[in-house]
């Protein structure tokens, strides 16, 4: 079992910030990719950005690259997603993921990760 965690979430104005923290818990070593998502509300579930924790490699959505970077601290078991430029479009809820498939074998942006945390919301005002 994994246990994933979110914190960091809120409010902010456009234009502004935000680093999200999604703390892993539990049988870690066989987590290969980590992720974070986010649904607004009557949307899709849509794939914000990946990382592999092997490695280090990452994956962005188009609508947030530039914008977004996700790390990790592998010594603390955490993964940050830094929010810059944030945008009214960028408001919903944020879920961080992790699977023990690669990221890229995994097809992450499709969504199918063993683990989910129970979300933070985001909100962005113009």
């Known amino acids: 079992q994994v246990q994933l965690v979110e914190s960091g979430g809120g409010s902010v104005q456009a234009g502004g910030s935000l680093r999200l923290s999604c703390a892993a818990s539990?049988?870690?070593?066989?987590?290969?990719?980590m992720g974070w998502f986010r649904q607004a509300p009557g949307k899709e579930r849509e794939g914000v950005a990946a990382?592999?924790?092997?490695?280090?490699?990452?994956y962005y959505a188009d609508s947030v690259k530039g914008r977004f970077t996700i790390s990790q601290d592998n010594a603390k078991n955490t993964v940050y997603l830094q929010m810059n430029s944030l945008k009214p479009e960028d408001t919903a809820m944020y879920y961080c993921?992790?699977?023990?498939?690669?990221?890229?074998?995994?097809?992450?942006?499709?969504?199918?990760?063993?683990?989910w945390g129970q979300g933070t919301q985001v909100t962005v005002s113009s």
């Open positions: 993921a992790a699977d023990h498939r690669d990221c890229y074998s995994g097809s992450w942006w499709r969504g199918k990760f063993g683990y």
């Open positions: 539990g049988y870690t070593y066989s987590t290969n990719c």
């Open positions: 990382i592999y924790t092997g490695g280090g490699s990452t």
